[in-house]
């Protein structure tokens, strides 16, 4: 049956509130503001209610099933996570108030700040930035400020491995940075020797992301180090994938200066829908007095034995400044706190293997079906070829169009571009043995069916509200208000 849009739904008379009297003069709206075109339904709160309900349950969520979106790390969030969160003193407390009323607030973060540091073997840490991608500008800033700082101007230059992650490139040119791409090797390393002949003068730093978007660790990530180190570069850790390494690396250690977490990804603050999203900086010695602030510091020591010290606003001596209002997205701070608390030392150890032991489980059981084009030891998750030798009509996208059909969320496509027809698997390490193995046989039927069946794929998905979109054309002729569908988009139900 084809649910009603709410449109049709609606009728004279109908109305979901009703307002009281008006007790003030009433202000008539200035005609511009007036859109008469904009023809809203009629319909009573319950139809609202149960038009969105149905809307919601069409959604696929990591709590209706598996989510294997590769370099993205949809995996559960912890509903404890969420009940701290919205704990009266921290959702309703007001970003402007001040420190004296903050103190829990400020004790929260001070705290992940320093467990953030431990866990990456950095000397500081700040909160502030809003996203991933928002961390990794800070990062790259501070960069290009430690350089200015120091009156070395001639730097223009940051190397960015093929292998990286997209937002990288875009990054540096925000920063106003030239990007120097290097190509990886056969073993789907970075080209030592294509980095050494780029290596000069000119080049501010490399960013790097590891484990790489191959979902493979850099086994000559020493010598990158300091092959860019020797020629007066620093060294930028996208931290995307921290959760292949949590308790097994510290990069800090490794020699990095600079790396961002996404907190969505590796300590289990909601992800998806545009936000909210969280990107803390981590920085070595050398970055310290340069982190984006203020960042949360003990203002007043503890004065007597069972009194708590005095938590306060500090700003690093040469910070790049501010990168959002107020300081960072709070609810994601909650919610990584907790996350950390609940795991504890060995915890966030048992994180890393199981995601890593999933992903290599799936390897495994797979590249006899498929090919994988780097088939070593991989990280949290590892890229096959979605395509079969003598059938050329199907390709990647036909096979996650068909995974839908079996109640599975597609993996990430055509990503990383190095590997023709990718398809980038990362199971996370919240999932069992069981649903691993049904999504390895799901994978083996689908390729039976592209040998017996190819039309199977290249029309699916099958069972879903609406079959193979034509998503080129919809992605040109966005439809973005409140309207019914327009007869165009009637015609994009079928490639």
């Known amino acids: 049956m084809t649910e009603p849009l709410i449109y049709d739904l609606g009728a004279a008379g109908r109305r979901g509130v009703l307002l009281p009297d008006c007790d003030v003069p009433e202000t008539p709206l200035p005609a511009e503001l007036?859109?008469?075109?904009?023809?809203?339904?009629?319909?009573?709160?319950?139809?609202?209610?149960?038009?969105?309900?149905?809307?919601?349950?069409?959604?696929?969520?990591?709590?209706?099933?598996?989510?294997?979106?590769?370099?993205?790390?949809?995996?559960?969030?912890?509903?404890?996570?969420?009940?701290?969160?919205?704990?009266?003193?921290?959702?309703?407390?007001?970003?402007?108030?001040?420190?004296?009323?903050?103190?829990?607030?400020?004790?929260?973060?001070?705290?992940?700040?320093?467990?953030?540091?431990?866990?990456?073997?950095?000397?500081?840490v700040s909160l502030m930035p809003a996203a991933g991608a928002h961390g990794e500008l800070a990062g790259i800033l501070m960069i290009r400020k430690y350089h200015v700082d120091r009156g070395?101007?001639?730097?223009?230059?940051?190397?960015?491995?093929?292998?990286?992650?997209?937002?990288?490139p875009a990054t540096v040119t925000m920063a106003g940075y030239t990007t120097v791409e290097l190509p990886a090797d056969e073993n789907g390393d970075v080209d030592l020797e294509a980095l050494k002949a780029a290596c000069d003068d000119t080049v501010a730093g490399m960013m790097i992301t590891v484990p790489n978007t191959l979902g493979l660790f850099e086994s000559k990530i020493l010598d990158v180090i300091k092959t860019v180190h020797e020629c007066g570069g620093l060294m930028y850790m996208d931290g995307a994938n921290m959760n292949a390494l949590l308790g097994a690396v510290k990069p800090g250690e490794l020699g990095f200066d600079v790396m961002h977490y996404n907190l969505h990804k590796t300590f289990s603050t909601?992800?998806?829908?545009?936000?909210?999203?969280?990107?803390?900086v981590g920085v070595g010695e050398k970055l310290v007095?340069?982190?984006?602030?203020?960042?949360?510091?003990?203002?007043?020591?503890?004065?007597?034995?069972?009194?708590?010290?005095?938590?306060?606003?500090?700003?690093?001596?040469?910070?790049?400044?501010?990168?959002?209002?107020?300081?960072?997205?709070?609810?994601?701070?909650?919610r990584a706190y907790t996350y950390i608390r609940i795991h504890g030392d060995q915890g966030i150890k048992d994180i890393t293997r199981h995601a890593v032991l999933n992903a290599n489980?799936?390897?495994?059981?797979?590249?006899?079906?498929?090919?994988?084009?780097?088939?070593?030891?991989?990280?949290?998750?590892?890229?096959?070829?979605?395509?079969f030798e003598g059938i050329d009509s199907v390709h990647a996208l036909d096979i996650s169009k068909r995974l839908i059909d079996y109640g599975f969320h597609p993996p990430t496509n055509y990503f990383?571009?190095?590997?023709?027809?990718?398809?980038?698997?990362?199971?996370?390490?919240?999932?069992?043995?069981?649903?691993?193995?049904?999504?390895?046989?799901v994978m083996k039927k689908i390729a039976a069916e592209a040998k017996e069946n190819p039309?199977?794929?290249?029309?699916?998905?099958?069972?879903?509200?609406?079959?193979?979109?034509?998503?080129?054309?919809?992605?040109?002729?966005l439809v973005l208000c409140c309207r019914p569908i327009p007869e165009w988009a009637e015609t994009t139900k079928s490639s």
């Open 455 to 477: 039309e199977l794929l290249t029309g699916a998905p099958h069972t879903a509200p609406v079959s193979r979109l034509d998503e080129v054309r919809a992605a040109k002729q």
């Open 416 to 441: 990383p571009l190095l590997v023709p027809e990718a398809l980038m698997i990362e199971p996370t390490e919240t999932e069992d043995k069981a649903t691993l193995d049904e999504f390895i046989d």
């Open 152 to 168: 070395d101007t001639k730097r223009t230059k940051i190397l960015i491995p093929n292998s990286a992650h997209g937002t990288n």
């Open 270 to 280: 909601p992800h998806g829908g545009g936000g909210p999203g969280s990107g803390p």
């Open 34 to 124: 007036l859109r008469d075109e904009l023809d809203f339904p009629e319909v009573s709160e319950l139809q609202v209610v149960r038009h969105f309900t149905r809307l919601s349950n069409l959604n696929f969520s990591i709590d209706k099933g598996f989510y294997p979106l590769g370099s993205c790390t949809m995996k559960y969030n912890p509903k404890l996570n969420e009940d701290m969160a919205r704990l009266s003193g921290f959702a309703a407390h007001h970003p402007l108030s001040d420190s004296e009323g903050s103190q829990g607030a400020l004790a929260l973060m001070y705290s992940l700040q320093n467990w953030l540091a431990e866990i990456s073997g950095f000397k500081g």
């Open 361 to 387: 489980y799936i390897r495994v059981n797979l590249r006899d079906t498929y090919h994988v084009p780097f088939d070593r030891i991989n990280a949290h998750e590892f890229v096959l070829e979605g395509h």
């Open 289 to 334: 007095p340069f982190l984006p602030g203020p960042i949360v510091g003990i203002v007043e020591e503890a004065k007597g034995e069972d009194d708590s010290p005095l938590y306060g606003w500090v700003t690093p001596e040469k910070t790049i400044g501010r990168m959002k209002a107020f300081h960072g997205n709070f609810g994601m701070h909650v």
